[in-house]
């Protein structure tokens, strides 16, 4: 019989159940319990585990890279240069066309010059360094393209030795196709075309433009 006929067939009145509650241990419990187990040792072969706390050690500070002073010295010794010869050897040629003169813009290149080399001091002493790989894709660990330098190096020369004789359109063309050959490139007929058309461009932009008559050579009374 799961109901009473004496109260109206209603269910008996069952007591409220109360869960059971584990006990906490005491401070006695807690005295007494066993220190936590230490990791287990890696196995031979294997990997140390990584301790968070030495993860956590803050980085040395970086060391200031010694060879950029070497790029210091080069920019004030070239400040430098600039200005003790533009304040010994150009002259204070002054007209109405240019009342300033030759002077004040090499010295104002010179101390630019100068200011870039004590800040740059200033950040290599601070530990600053740049990113060699930031901005292109560059493999440190390759030697140095030697044949590459030495082309490129011996291009510019002929075109410093030959300006003059032959004028600036046949060695800026000899310049032009030698540092495309140096770079790599290897389409002769075209690199000539291109290098040419530089060539005469930029030696009727600085006749007309600039005002600046390069070299002719031999190619004086053609051009």
């Known amino acids: 019989m799961t109901t009473r006929p004496d109260r109206g067939g209603d269910l008996p009145p069952r007591p409220p159940v109360v869960p059971d509650i584990p006990a906490q241990p005491g401070p006695e419990a807690a005295a007494a319990a066993p220190p936590p187990a230490a990791p287990p040792a890696p196995a031979a072969g294997e990997p140390a585990a990584a301790d968070p706390a030495v993860d956590a050690a803050p980085e040395p500070a970086p060391r200031p890279d010694r060879a950029q002073y070497g790029v210091v010295a080069f920019l004030a010794l070239v400040g430098g240069l600039v200005i003790f010869d533009a304040t010994t050897r150009i002259g204070r040629a002054i007209n109405t066309a240019d009342p300033i003169g030759p002077k004040p813009v090499p ?93 005469l461009i930029t030696f009727y932009t600085f006749a007309i433009g600039l005002g600046v008559d390069l070299p002719a050579g031999v190619l004086q009374g053609i051009l």
């Open 107 to 199: 010295i104002l290149l010179g101390v630019l010059l100068l200011v870039i080399a004590v800040i740059y001091a200033v950040d290599v002493a601070r530990g600053g360094r740049g990113e060699p790989e930031a901005g292109e894709d560059v493999d440190l660990s390759l030697p140095i393209d030697w044949r590459t330098v030495l082309l490129l190096v011996g291009a510019f020369l002929v075109n410093a030795v030959l300006i003059e004789r032959l004028g600036w359109v046949i060695s800026g063309t000899i310049l032009f196709w030698g540092s495309a050959y140096a770079l790599g490139n290897r389409h002769y007929v075209r690199n000539l075309l291109i290098a040419v058309a530089l060539s």
